[in-house]
């Protein structure tokens, strides 16, 4: 399954404005007030040659080692930053920060936000070795000139928490979190939108390992301080809506997470307009879900406006853009519409390549989807190659025990399982879920698909004592960790019913066929093409029990199902 991806709203934000103001006559105010009319609608392209102008009579003025002038400096590399333009955006915020260095001293509070900035650049482009250290200076320095209380503080220990658990350190990021949370609750209250944030940060954090039921409070603490404070309709409260949304997500609680984003767009459209990168963020959101649902129909038009808001607001050559057409190419994947995903998924590899650089975890992620396109059409000679380089850019950037890596080996094995390579696929799968069994408890949801993956290998070696063993454990864990209703449970239930019924067990097989289709078509629907499929696999059986008038009935729905879908989805 190729990997969708959405951005979240919650992560550290680029300070964007200047301490000082102007009289309202000067061409420099001028400059300056448009490029921060336009920035605050998001309008990145057209707020940049203001900015740029501000920055060049700011130099002018105040000469180019003034701290007002480091001030646009910054400005114009947060622009840069925004539209992702990160080569053009380091040289500027270097240069701030080596003007506030020189003008206020190494360790000036001010000194701090500029480190910060710097941090969340490298942060961004996958350099964690080159953020953390500026992550930790910024906090040094914070420590040591603010009181132990100080909001600053406490956004300093939130933005290297941040930092960590990027790189799956989330058992080092999770005491920053809190202690950045005690901070800004006591100085703050416990009802300030700072303190919001932190608890969506903590939700995530949560949500990353697997654990639901303790994020999903996070979140709607964070979004009941924001409709306290600010109203139902703010575009804070739109934000802590879709971050509640991604968690049920996450979830498969597709109905849930519709609803919440449905009531989010309208005010993210009213407060923001009807071509804001934000609106394109809940779009692309709303879009997975339908995704998620096979509902391919109602997705695919979502795609396409999220994508031609980027396109137009943050540039061609930007990651949003890079997202959704991974996204987009995703979807086709999924429909079997080869040609079309595969020049998508080329031009969002470019645009990462480009813009992140060659060894960039979303790098892997586009090398990933556009092996695993290869893979489907049998072209395993392209789709290996790409795959391996993915493993080597996330063993790289990330450590050869992150969960990521995992997915990784996960996806190099299927290559080789696709080949009917067995003896090369089974240590893979085994590295996997050694790692998430190790980084993420033995009760996770992805060991149970590490479980599930590993005994598929040894039923197709004809070791069914073992797959039989491992698939039973994966579906306990599911059973365990997910809700009764989630579609991993009917991916278990279908797998050892076809390992029994490979063994001629069908009287054990038939309940969990049974089982897995009832759980399909009440989460996914009844047109689902994983409903389609347990359908075919439980008609096989009853051919095999000598029941062909049923088998036939569940033979004819199936081809029903796909002539409908087929109408609905041409192919391009």
């Not at 078509?521 to 347990?534: A, C, I, K």
């Amino acid at each position: 399954m190729p990997v969708r991806s959405v951005i979240l709203s919650v992560l550290v934000v680029l300070w964007l404005w200047p301490t000082v103001t102007y009289g309202q006559a000067t061409e420099l105010d001028a400059a300056y007030k448009r490029y921060g009319d336009l920035n605050s609608q998001g309008r990145y392209q057209d707020a940049l040659p203001f900015a740029r102008k501000a920055l060049k009579l700011a130099e002018k003025k105040f000469g180019p080692d003034h701290p007002t002038t480091g001030i646009f400096l910054n400005n114009v590399g947060v622009l840069y930053y925004n539209q992702g333009m990160y080569v053009e955006a380091g040289p500027l915020l270097k240069r701030a920060l080596s003007i506030d260095e020189k003008i206020l001293g190494p360790e000036h509070p001010d000194v701090a936000t500029r480190l910060n900035d710097l941090a969340v650049l490298y942060s961004v482009q996958g350099k964690y070795a080159e953020a953390e250290p500026l992550f930790k200076r910024s906090l040094a320095i914070r420590e040591k000139t603010l009181s132990p209380d100080h909001r600053l503080l406490g956004e300093s220990l939130s933005s290297l928490a941040d930092v960590y658990s990027s790189q799956g350190r989330r058992g080092e990021a999770k005491p920053l979190h809190k202690r950045a949370l005690t901070i800004l609750e006591k100085v703050l209250g416990p009802e300030h939108p700072h303190v919001a944030r932190i608890l969506a940060n903590l939700a995530l954090l949560y949500r990353a390992e697997g654990r639901y039921a303790e994020a999903e409070p996070f979140y709607k603490r964070s979004l009941a301080i924001a409709e306290k404070v600010f109203g139902r309709e703010h575009l804070y409260v739109a934000k802590s809506l879709s971050n509640l949304a991604e968690l049920y997500r996450a979830q498969d609680r597709h109905a849930e997470a519709e609803l919440l984003l449905k009531r989010a767009l309208p005010i993210l459209e009213r407060t923001l307009g009807s071509e804001h990168p934000d609106l394109a963020v809940d779009l692309n959101s709303l879009a997975l879900i339908y995704d998620g649902q096979g509902h391919y129909a109602e997705a695919e038009p979502l795609y396409q406006r999220a994508l031609a808001i980027r396109e137009k607001v943050l540039g061609p050559d930007h990651p949003q853009v890079a997202e959704s057409l991974n996204n987009l190419a995703a979807l086709y994947h999924a429909q079997g519409k080869y040609a079309g995903a595969v020049p998508l998924h080329k031009r969002s590899l470019a645009i990462r390549e480009k813009a992140l650089g060659p060894d960039h975890p979303r790098v892997a992620v586009s090398l990933s989807n556009l092996a695993e396109l290869y893979r489907d059409q049998g072209q395993y000679a392209k789709a290996k190659p790409l795959h391996k380089r993915a493993l080597s850019i996330l063993e790289k950037t990330l450590g050869p025990d992150h969960p990521d890596v995992a997915k990784s080996l996960n996806n190099l094995a299927m290559d080789y399982e696709a080949e009917a390579k067995y003896a090369e696929a089974a240590p893979l799968f085994k590295r996997a879920l050694a790692i998430v069994e190790r980084t993420l408890g033995p009760d996770h949801p992805h060991v149970a698909a590490g479980l599930n993956n590993l005994a598929e290998i040894y039923r197709a070696q004809g070791k069914y004592a073992e797959a039989v063993s491992l698939h039973k454990r994966s579906l306990a864990i599911r059973e365990k960790v997910l809700r009764p209703g989630h579609p991993d449970l009917a991916t278990s239930l279908n797998n050892l019913a076809l390992l029994y019924r490979t063994q001629g067990r069908y009287a054990v097989a038939e309940p969990l066929y049974q089982r897995a289709l009832a759980i399909l078509e009440t989460t996914l629907g009844p047109e689902h093409p994983d409903f389609v499929n347990s359908l075919e696999n439980y008609a096989t059986l009853l051919r095999k029990t000598g029941r062909g008038d049923e088998a036939a009935k569940m033979e004819a729905r199936a081809r029903a199902i796909r002539a409908k879908r087929a109408e609905k989805n041409p192919a391009k």
